[in-house]
């Protein structure tokens, strides 16, 4: 088989781990890490993969799609010069509702233009957990469903309270309080510039905060708290037809940044199949997603 | 929105749910209902549904689909002849492996000809769980899938001991055992012509237990034991990238002819919007199985 050759934007957590599934998969080729530095001639490598690091994409050779692992309002600008010039893409898109939707839009243009594709939000809430979500309501029409976060380490949680004067350093971990509700725990490493009830009092009037019972820890090192692993646990009662008491269930216990690029990888099997466009996970098919025969995968595990 | 209109083929408690999810929805419309035996001018009814019962599904105005709630291997040589006059159909068709894909190849064929759809194997196992089975090796593409089915009555295996000599009425219970092993639970009414401990034996050895722990039980009254719940745990520990310890699962706690209905429904409403040919659930985008605007999902569930 060849290889379709993919580009990882942005080295992170999640770049390091689409690296990795790419490198694992059989019909993708890494072929290089695109970084905001990155010295002439430099290499990077992980666990099953090594390749060259550059900092613009045209500096690689033969890419035909390129995995976005990066936050998205920043990479969004190169989202479209990539779809425009041919390059599909993927990203992890993290909003829900309106600002999601006109993104897929905004994408799509640039993607019929460059006769690409664009699979966004393609994590694992937004993404995996959407498909779940879908499949909860084709089963059970009518119902509730509850997502529930956690425990684990949330990115944007962790990345407000920096911002935020006094502190040093801060992770934030996502806490399920039940049925779709959240605490948040943030352990906070202070600079001395100002006292710990401050800076408590401003993270909790935080606007990613304010909504949630938060609880605030002072600590002398910060990266004792921090963990690669999340989870979730969706859960919906329903009814089929007229018939309630329909209980289901979706659990992941998942190392975050392994699993995004993962799912990414999948995500991007599935576009280079679609016709030019930008999709969501909802969008697609699952057997796209996986790189067997779809004669093998019927006969394997339907 | 006008409603597509569609028969329910076969009223067993499947052809019940069925009716019942159609009912439900918001863009179907129940045609009728076909049977063996129906008096000229009959109608059935359910919770939610009433409607005209015939033998032959001309009798019927205007349908576009039909979903077949029957042993499909009877019920297969009426989908070709409908997939060929144009009519769409979806089956529950609950063989896996080589029958799965020769059947999918055989009604493509007469789906081509008609211009139609069929969706094949669209019940909850095989079908949603299929599609689970799907995104757990799309999140970690190695590792060990596990279905944990039970407990609930197996149809099939019910079916079977009532055909051994000696058995009035029997229910075949599924027990999960762990790990992808089942245990049954055989619960017989004798007719008085055998005695119980030839009967079990027969029970034993028959094909459909040869394989599984079987307990077989002697009782007045069969019809006690039966209840419509059924479940399934589908537990998968991989791997994404080579980062290991993925933990993921899915849990039903369901009842099964409501469920399965149900989820025809959805699968009927993706094969419509498909190119003629026969689909399993995995080949189907979870968005095309719900009937809200692609938009409107896209800003609430994703």
Redesign the interface.
Known sequence: MQRTRVAVVGLGNVGR?AA??L???PDFELAGVVRRRAEPGERVAG??WEAPAVTRIDELDEVHAALMCGPTRELEPMEHTLLRSGISVVDTFDM???P??NH?QSLAASALEGHSSAVI?AG?D?G?D??????L??????GITYTNFGPGMSMGHSVAVRAIPGVADAVSITLPAGYGRHRRAVYVELDGSRPFADVKSDIRRDPYFVRDETDVFEVDCVSQAADPGHGVVIDRKGA????G???????????NP??T???MV?ALRAGLKKAPGAY???????????PEA??D??????
Chains 1, 2 share one sequence.
């Open positions: 781990g990795e599934a490198a694992a998969s666990p099953n829900h509702g309106e999601l939707w897929k939000a694992w937004p995996a959407s498909v779940i979500r879908a499949l309501e084709i089963i059970a029409p009518t089929s037809g007229r018939t008491n329909q209980l289901l269930r979706w659990e992941m216990r998942i190392t392994s699993v690029g993962q799912i999948g969501t996970l909802i969008e697609l098919a699952v057997a796209d997603m996986l779809l004669e995968l019927v006969k394997r595990i339907v």
